[in-house]
Every structure is written in C-alpha cells, then in structure tokens.
C-alpha cells in the first residue's frame, strides 16, 4: 500500500493566502501525518489540468491523477485550507474499510445544486432536499477497490467533458417572466434554478453528493468524523 496526500494552493490572481494555507497544512501534516509522501502544487496546475477560471475545482481530479500515476494506491485530496490537528489514522481506515474516505457536509444538498446537474444525474428536487450536500475538502481513494475506481472515473469524466464544477453569481435578471435576484452560471450565463429554494450551485461538491448517491456510498459524518481531525478554513 502506497499513500500520499495532495493538494493544490496555485492561484492565478497570486493571492498570497493560498500559499499560507498550504503551509499550516504542512505544518500541520508533519506532526500527524509524518512520513506520508504529497504533492502539494504551489505554482502551476497539475499535469493536463485546465486552470480554476476555465473549469472550477477540476484541477482537483488531475492532482490525484498524478498521485496515481506516479504508483500510489491510496491518494488523500485535502484543500489547501484544511489544517490537522489530530492524527489522519481515521481517514486512512476508512479507505482501508470501504475504498473512500469522503465527508458530508450539513446543508441541504437541492439547495445548493442546478437543474442541469439534478437532470444529467436524474434526480428530482425533492430527493436532493432530503440529501447532504458533500464537503468537497476531502477525497480519498483506494485504488485498489473499484468502487473507488469507479467514483474516480466519473469524477474525470465530468471534469473534462462538462462545466458542472461551474458556481453560481447572484445577479439581478429578468428569465421567463420572473424578476429576482437569479442565481446565474459562472459557466454560460443560464438560469440555475427558479425554485426560490435555491441558493446557489456548488461546484463539484454537488456532484460528489449525488456521485455518491448513485454509487451507494455512504459519507463520514462532517461533525463526528471530520472535526475531531481536521477544521478547514
């Protein structure tokens, strides 16, 4: 079995903040995860990616692609704003266990998701309302176990074939008779959502909520699981 942890602090606008949250998570790293190999990208996007304005958080799915090209069996994505504070042991054990370690978070996932996304994934709004919405901080893979392989492969395909990750602005507009403040893409400038339930789209953590939805896998518990190891930001 082979490890490592990668993350991913290259900003495009040289905002200095990144590189500071890269080095407390290092920090952090060399006490309760001493010894495990990372690929941390502090000045250019990983192999092949396209950069955060072209696709938002796809350079995620291609720094664990390089872990994995490299020969590691298991690869821990952490955001470059997460700090340990306790050993990553749990983390490990559930990729051991189940072949993910992969965190919800505690918002109503239909609140956070568009319409394009909930029809590629056919899904109804009122299933998403009963979901959590992922925390897209942590993704850790087998890749040994082909569930993860198999959440993997989707998570590349979507990375490179769709604007999915795209977020979403508020923005005053006028759609189909209905003047409020619309949630519109980052993407393309389309509508998210006109159900006034609606809040915005979360990138690839959207995705991620409904990937393991499909898929049957079950996430660890942002504040039983998660806190005890990690705060973020």
Known sequence: MSRCIVSCCYAEGRDDRYAEYADRLEASLDIHAPGIPRLIWRDEWPPDSPSHTEHNYAFKWFAVEAARQQGHTQVLWLDAGCCAHADLAPLWASMDAHGYALVAGDGALGAWVSDRVLEYFQTDREHAMAMSLAAGCCVGLDFTQPIARRFFSWWGELAKTTTFFAGANLRPTENQGVMRSLLTSDA???????????EGHRADEACFSLMMDQLGMTPLDYIDDWLPIMRTY
Do not use: A, E, K
């Open 188 to 198: 393309d400038g389309s509508i998210i959502s006109l159900d006034p339930r609606v």
